[in-house]
């Protein structure tokens, strides 16, 4: 029997603790018990906010997914040459990754046993196309070198984004490094690549 | 129960069977009786063979291990301008990883819950060293661009080679990308990027 705290949570509150629980425990090996425990509250209080554990999903990948398509909203994604355009999408994406850290790392790490995480699995995708086809206009503008394969190139480009999750914490937590000094990096890689010009 | 088959398996066969359900269940997840029945072989089968799961996890391990250090040794590592080897060595590093997909997929995802999960991380992190070395090497060198930390680098470069495991599928599966025009894909974007020259 868990003590249970007064109930202080907002919506956000209590999916930023579920959050962490679906991290740590796998989103299939969490239970309501497991959340209960966590949040210091009973199930009936969590209830309260929320229908189940899957609206938790759905909010934290929602959260995650309403950060990285707004970056396709923005006026720098949406003027200009292509190359610019993903050369700021590339920046806005590492930047929205860091700032919703543990949002994108559960996306991240998602696999499609419910609903859910099918429908989180199936817009993480259409993100992934919408960049390739930014990959694919920059091709055309002749902007982009010749000799890699476009969809390749998206997987490889994202494969370096997303392992940020593996290892970023925020510099406030001591010691890490700034967001602006990630994002940049991961854009002089991406662009101009290690060797000196 | 399960209906046991004849035990005709080899070290390595067994092994490979054992490394495809930690991959699925997770190390901490797999039980013998998990092994015992993927493999249609009895556990006191299994227990002919090795002394248990951790030695199943340390075999696994050890070969990814093997592949990725046997390639410092190679020519092509130690001679030349340090560019050069560290050119080198991405491509190798990505090729073993394609080569030895299981077991270094397994090797990316162990956590340090026992001796063999932390000494497998501590000789990964060996790895990122050597070739963090090699990196500050062609720095030094002045082949290397200057606005970019090396560790950062060194982070980025491996998230992007790392992330073949989260999609590469061997050709012969049907329909995969040939091994080679990924190592150059990887090569390419790493050291001269996306954006053309």
């Given at each position: 029997?868990?003590?249970?705290?007064?109930d202080?949570?907002?919506p956000?509150?209590?999916?930023?603790v579920?959050?962490?629980?679906?991290i740590?425990?796998?989103?299939?090996?969490?239970?309501?018990?497991?959340?209960?425990?966590?949040a210091?509250?009973?199930?009936?209080?969590?209830?309260?906010h929320?229908?189940?554990?899957?609206?938790?999903?759905?909010?934290?990948?929602?959260?995650a997914?309403d950060?990285?398509?707004?970056?396709?909203e923005?006026?720098?994604?949406?003027?200009?040459?292509?190359?610019?355009?993903?050369?700021?999408?590339?920046?806005?994406?590492?930047?929205?990754?860091?700032?919703?850290?543990?949002?994108?790392?559960?996306?991240?790490?998602?696999?499609g046993?419910?609903?859910?995480?099918r429908w989180?699995?199936?817009?993480?995708?259409?993100f992934?196309?919408?960049?390739?086809d930014l990959l694919?206009?920059?091709?055309?503008?002749?902007?982009?070198?010749?000799?890699?394969?476009?969809?390749?190139?998206?997987?490889?480009?994202?494969?370096?984004?997303?392992?940020?999750?593996?290892?970023?914490?925020?510099?406030?937590?001591?010691?890490?490094?700034?967001r602006?000094?990630v994002?940049?990096?991961?854009?002089?890689?991406?662009?101009?690549?290690?060797?000196?010009?």
């Amino acid at each position: 029997m868990t003590m249970a705290q007064r109930d202080t949570y907002t919506p956000e509150t209590l999916l930023a603790v579920a959050v962490e629980v679906f991290i740590e425990r796998g989103y299939d090996g969490t239970s309501m018990e497991h959340l209960s425990r966590a949040a210091g509250i009973s199930k009936s209080s969590i209830y309260h906010h929320v229908r189940g554990k899957e609206e938790l999903l759905r909010r934290a990948v929602g959260r995650a997914l309403d950060g990285l398509f707004g970056i396709l909203e923005e006026p720098g994604a949406e003027g200009g040459r292509a190359v610019e355009r993903l050369e700021y999408v590339t920046r806005r994406t590492a930047e929205v990754l860091m700032a919703e850290l543990p949002y994108v790392t559960l996306l991240l790490r998602v696999r499609g046993n419910t609903q859910t995480e099918r429908w989180a699995m199936e817009r993480r995708r259409e993100f992934d196309h919408r960049v390739t086809d930014l990959l694919k206009a920059a091709a055309a503008e002749g902007d982009l070198r010749a000799d890699v394969d476009l969809r390749l190139a998206t997987r490889l480009l994202f494969g370096m984004i997303n392992s940020i999750v593996e290892w970023y914490r925020p510099k406030d937590d001591g010691g890490g490094l700034e967001r602006d000094q990630v994002a940049d990096a991961v854009v002089r890689l991406a662009f101009d690549g290690l060797r000196r010009a």
